[in-house]
């Protein structure tokens, strides 16, 4: 079952004609519930127009703060987005889910990080580098931060007010796309950007983990161009805006019935869906609370493990194989290849 409190928005703050951050008051008997790893998300609910929308937003404050900060940018035809941006102000009230979520920041003494972020992609970036730089007096980090332009940079005065606080733990590189920028890049961050920085820029230097956060493309450009400069893959953490489909999963979905067991909160329900329909859809659709928030395949929030029988997902940038061969799905993208199907909420 989803797990969402009602709480009343403290602060919303204009960060840039598009986006604004957002600071939750958290009662002090829930204080706990919200305590939370730099780089984790919480789902934000509210109703719209009649319907309930949820979206999943990255934490940009730290642990250490106190305070569960979420920033929002408005998206082209996003309803909560423009909600968000528009109308959304302090006093009001919200339902947020307690925070989740894979891309977490990995702590430890004397370490070197380097960020690569796009866009609203800074925000987990952000929670990541203030509390390394809070917490661990003898790391480094360096930012590489795309975006149009100044004016469009989330948290730009901010950042550069880290780097001034920091001088010399925290090195900070903008490359923008339409603006010509005294003594930054002009273009957007890629393979040879990455090998810009990291072949020639820091070429004296080790880093000893990245931290990803932007389009696809972006993602698989900068992790080629680590991975040939000798960073493994085990340390190069990365989330994704979107997931690219699988075509090969595609092709094995065929018209045909599937008779599903859901198993939440241990109580089972068993119903019959489409092979067509993806799980978390047609379990909403039976009145069964499954736990969900992107419905993009890019957050772990509707994660269930397939006890009985087959699925397959379009779309996943989180599971490992290893995962998927416990049987762990993510129910938004995943479809049912067999007659029968078994899901378990519970046991993930």
Same mark, same amino acid.
């Given at each position: 079952?989803?797990?969402?409190?009602?709480?009343?928005?403290?602060?919303?703050?204009?960060?840039? $004609?598009? $986006?604004?951050?957002?600071?939750?008051?958290?009662?002090?008997? !829930? /204080?706990?519930?919200?305590?939370?790893?730099? &780089?984790?998300?919480?789902?934000?609910?509210?109703?719209?127009?009649?319907?309930?929308?949820?979206?999943?937003?990255? %934490?940009?404050?730290?642990? #250490?703060?106190?305070?569960?900060?979420?920033?929002?940018?408005?998206?082209?035809? &996003? /309803?909560?987005?423009?909600?968000?941006?528009?109308? !959304?102000?302090?006093?009001?009230?919200?339902?947020?889910?307690?925070?989740?979520?894979?891309?977490?920041?990995?702590?430890?003494? =004397?370490?070197?990080?380097? +960020?690569?972020?796009?866009?609203?992609?800074?925000?987990?970036?952000?929670?990541?580098? #203030?509390?390394? !730089?809070?917490?661990?007096?003898?790391?480094?980090?360096?930012?590489?931060? +795309?975006?149009?332009?100044?004016?469009?940079? %989330?948290?730009?005065?901010?950042?550069?007010?880290?780097?001034?606080?920091?001088?010399?733990?925290?090195?900070?590189?903008?490359?923008?796309?339409?603006? =010509? /920028?005294? =003594?930054?890049?002009?273009?957007? %961050?890629?393979?040879?950007?990455?090998?810009?920085?990291?072949?020639?820029?820091?070429?004296?230097?080790?880093?000893?983990?990245?931290? !990803?956060? +932007?389009?696809?493309?972006?993602?698989?450009?900068?992790?080629?161009?680590?991975?040939?400069?000798?960073?493994?893959?085990?340390?190069?953490?990365?989330?994704?805006?979107?997931?690219?489909?699988?075509?090969?999963?595609?092709?094995?979905?065929?018209?045909?019935?599937?008779?599903?067991?859901?198993?939440?909160?241990?109580?089972?329900?068993?119903?019959?869906?489409?092979?067509?329909?993806?799980?978390?859809? $047609?379990?909403?659709?039976?009145?069964?609370?499954?736990?969900?928030?992107?419905? &993009?395949?890019?957050?772990?929030?509707?994660? &269930?493990?397939?006890?009985?029988?087959? $699925?397959?997902? /379009? #779309? =996943?940038?989180?599971?490992?194989?290893?995962?998927?061969?416990? +049987?762990?799905?993510?129910?938004?993208?995943?479809?049912?290849?067999?007659?029968?199907?078994?899901?378990?909420?519970?046991?993930?």
């Amino acid at each position: 079952m989803a797990d969402f409190h009602k709480v009343k928005i403290q602060e919303v703050k204009q960060e840039t $004609a598009n $986006a604004v951050s957002v600071l939750f008051n958290i009662p002090q008997q !829930l /204080v706990s519930e919200f305590n939370f790893e730099a &780089g984790q998300y919480i789902t934000l609910q509210k109703v719209i127009n009649g319907e309930e929308i949820r979206r999943a937003y990255s %934490i940009c404050s730290t642990p #250490k703060s106190g305070e569960v900060r979420v920033a929002i940018k408005k998206v082209e035809n &996003g /309803v909560f987005s423009t909600f968000a941006t528009s109308t !959304l102000k302090a006093g009001d009230e919200i339902e947020i889910s307690i925070p989740e979520g894979r891309f977490l920041l990995n702590t430890e003494a =004397n370490k070197n990080y380097i +960020g690569f972020a796009a866009g609203s992609g800074i925000t987990p970036i952000l929670s990541m580098i #203030k509390t390394v !730089l809070e917490t661990e007096p003898t790391s480094n980090f360096t930012l590489v931060y +795309g975006n149009k332009s100044v004016a469009d940079t %989330i948290f730009y005065t901010a950042l550069n007010a880290l780097k001034e606080s920091f001088s010399g733990r925290l090195n900070l590189h903008y490359i923008f796309s339409r603006e =010509n /920028v005294k =003594n930054e890049l002009r273009g957007r %961050i890629d393979e040879n950007v990455t090998n810009y920085f990291v072949k020639n820029m820091y070429k004296e230097s080790t880093f000893d983990a990245a931290y !990803l956060c +932007g389009p696809e493309e972006m993602i698989k450009e900068v992790s080629k161009a680590l991975k040939s400069n000798n960073i493994s893959k085990e340390n190069i953490h990365f989330e994704l805006f979107t997931a690219s489909v699988d075509e090969e999963a595609t092709a094995e979905i065929k018209e045909g019935t599937t008779e599903v067991t859901i198993l939440l909160d241990d109580e089972e329900t068993t119903f019959s869906m489409q092979q067509t329909d993806d799980i978390l859809a $047609a379990s909403l659709r039976n009145n069964i609370d499954a736990p969900y928030s992107c419905q &993009g395949g890019v957050c772990s929030s509707c994660l &269930g493990k397939v006890t009985e029988g087959k $699925a397959v997902m /379009v #779309k =996943n940038s989180i599971l490992t194989d290893d995962e998927i061969e416990e +049987g762990l799905i993510l129910t938004c993208q995943a479809h049912p290849t067999t007659p029968k199907i078994t899901v378990d909420f519970d046991d993930v």
